[in-house]
Each structure stands twice: as C-alpha cells, then as structure tokens.
C-alpha cells in the first residue's frame, strides 16, 4: 500500500519546525528517521495531513560528553552512538545496547528522538532511558522543558509531550566508576523487537555487598517497568542474582497477548533478569 495524501514541509531550523507544528495542531506529524511513521503511513495505520521532516535541523543532531552525562540531539542517528568512542568510554551500555536496534538499515536513519517520541514499549532506547534516570528535553514554541524519563513514558505508544512539543535531546548520566552493567533480550528473529529485555546496574561495596542495583525490564508492561521495589531489598547483602531474578518474576503483572503467553514471559523475566545483574556484577569493581 501507499500513504494517503499528505502536504510536505521541510524546515530549515528548530524555530521553523516548532512554528509549523503549532500552526499545523494535530494534522501533523514530525518525520524524524521514518523507520516507524513511514511503515506505519503505508500500511494508513498513520494517516497525517501534514509532514515535517526535521532532516536538515543538523542543530538537533550531536552526541556532546559532559562532566556527568552523555548529550545526545534528537536527530542523532542510532549508528552515530553505536560507533561513538566518547560514549564507549563514558556510558558503555548506551552503544552496546543500541547495537541490538532493528538492523544496520535500521541504525542507519533511524534516530534516538523518534525512538523515543514513539514509546514503543519494547524499544531500546526506552528502556535505557528509565534504567539510567535520562532527561528528556522539550521544545515548543512556548520554551523548553526537561523531564525525567520514568515521567516521560505514561502507555503504549504515550508519552508526556504535550501538543505541539518536540523530543529535542536527551540527557544520560554517566556510569559511576567501577559501576558495572549488564543487559540481555530475548528474541525469535535477529532485529525484531525482544519479547523481554533486561537492563541492570551494580555498584559493589566493601565484601563486594550491593551499594547501588538498577533493574528495568521492557516486555512486561505498557512502558519499561524498573523494579526499585524488588531491588532495593538487595542493597547491603551479598549478590544472589537467581534469587533476585526469582523476586523479579513474582513481582511483575502479566498477561497473555497474541505474541506471547503469560508464563513465558515471567520464565523470560526470570532468567533475563538474573543473567543481566550477573553480567553486570562481573563488570564491577569492588571498592
């Protein structure tokens, strides 16, 4: 199938487009890598009046390393992060994590903005959004605004952008030194969406006894779910990551859907679960 009939607009700056999108309202949509809203208009499951590609604002697109946190522009491109060396050193989850994105095509246009304004709940860049507390910047033409990503996401395909905002860039902090971080998915095709993903953080203190512990899932929810509740038990103790995974699974809520069933999904979580905080307890340093 092809798209119903649209008007295209092609803005040269920020200004431009945020002008266009609130003139426009809700007959537009922002056309970052396409890789989803493309697929989504052929099959006119999208239908806008209006298309503003923000492929010439080059303002949106830079991957900038502070003192704290990983800077990354909206229109970054997913293969710009994953063979970014700053990032590598920095915060070596986001490349590896993003490396699992769809397929080389995939990383090629897509982007972290559009990633990120479509709230895929099994998506990537989610998911490392909510794991490592990321902010995520908005423009309109009222101003900006940050917001915390465990704020951000509110339902499938939902975020907290209001009308005629625009996902600008997004913030990262860094890994704490001798932080570790582990992340495992699980999928029935190479670059298909995972069924269940999980992405952990360890800090380990003195006897190697948990100091910090992240834990977020995609797969079991509407929007990637962190599980702050399960582990903060853990924090002070010796790591037992099968009994942590055990806790994971009995504590999400899950249903059957056409993709999976219920026990499935919490077996996934369990083992998932279990292998990420190994993997990142391997890779932290003891203080």
Known sequence: MKPAAFDYHRPQTLGEALELLAELGDEARP??????????????????EHLVDLNDLAELDFIGVTDRAVEIGAMTRHRAVEHSEPVTRSCPILPVVVHTIGHDAIRERGTLGGSLALADPS?????????????????SQSGRRSVAAGAFFTGVFATAAEPGELVVAASFPKLA???GWGYRSFTRRLGDFAIVAAAATVSLGPAGRIETLRLT??????????????????RGRAL?????????????????????????????TEVLSTEAVNEAAQRARVR
């Open 123 to 139: 998506a990537q860049w989610p998911l490392l959004a909510v794991l490592l507390d990321a902010r995520i910047e908005l423009a």
């Open 177 to 179: 030194p001798g932080e």
């Open 217 to 234: 899932l995609s797969g079991v929810g509407d929007r990637p779910v962190r599980l702050d509740a399960v582990t903060d038990r853990f």
């Open 240 to 268: 037992d990551a099968a009994e942590l995974g055990r806790a994971v699974a009995a504590a999400v809520t899950l249903e059957d859907d056409a993709i999976a069933g219920a026990p499935f999904r919490r077996d996934l």
């Open 31 to 48: 056309l970052a890598g396409g890789q989803s809203l493309v697929p989504m208009m052929n099959m006119r499951v999208a239908r806008p």
